[in-house]
């Protein structure tokens, strides 16, 4: 039986397009840390080379080098906490620098992805596709915890409109903000897709 996250987890990922509060168990990722602006070329690299762990450990079984407790599933989306740089933060106007962005990129891995199996497969991939990004990906343990989430539909530039949303339900809610980053899931695929009908998941962290 194929797991898709679609049907599977549509709790996490096909929010409706109004504030909701949830609360996310811990999920394994692949995940790589950078900075700058994500219209630039060096970004589509970065996802590169999550996509080339993810599908590795996917088509596993074609090797005869599946995990232990391996299962058909559909890989899951991309994903990216963002954040600014300290420099950008003292001297916020309300006019963001994307040259400034901070990014913590990263895709979900099943269940059965230990951090041995993890690690040999980024090891099999630096020897079948190098690239020297794959030196920066770490595979992670992550539990968001109390979160509000949405779903958003249009271009990136619009999403201020759904985080006000987001931070005017967390008040009537009672919920406090912890922290200034942001969780982003694409949903859709930018170079595909008309910017006012891209859908991505926004998520901040709650107390």
């Known amino acids: 039986m194929n797991h898709e996250w679609r049907k599977n987890d549509k709790q996490f990922y096909l929010p409706k397009d109004k504030p909701e509060a949830i609360v996310l168990p811990k999920f394994k990722f692949y995940s790589i ?53 300290d420099q950008a933060k003292e001297n916020y106007n309300g006019n963001l620098d994307k040259n400034s962005l901070i990014f913590n990129l990263m895709i979900r891995q099943p269940d059965f992805v230990s951090e041995d199996y993890a690690n040999e497969t980024i090891e099999r991939v630096k020897k079948k596709k190098p690239h020297e990004l794959l ?33 005017l339900f967390a008040n009537e809610k009672g919920f406090k903000r912890i922290g200034h980053n942001h969780r982003e899931i694409y949903l859709t695929d930018a170079r595909k897709v008309a910017p006012e009908k891209l859908k991505t998941v926004l998520r901040f962290r709650v107390a």
């Open 135 to 167: 030196d920066k990906v770490k595979f992670e343990s992550i539990e968001e915890g109390s979160c509000i989430q949405m779903m958003h539909t249009g271009s990136y530039d619009s999403e201020p409109e759904s985080f006000k949303k987001m931070a």
């Open 33 to 85: 840390v950078g900075k700058g602006n994500p219209n630039d070329d060096f970004f589509a690299e970065y996802i590169g080379v999550l996509y080339s762990l993810s599908y590795a450990i996917k088509m596993s079984p074609k090797q005869g080098l599946a995990p232990k407790g391996y299962f058909e599933y559909t890989v899951f989306p991309l994903e990216g906490v963002w954040d600014i740089d």
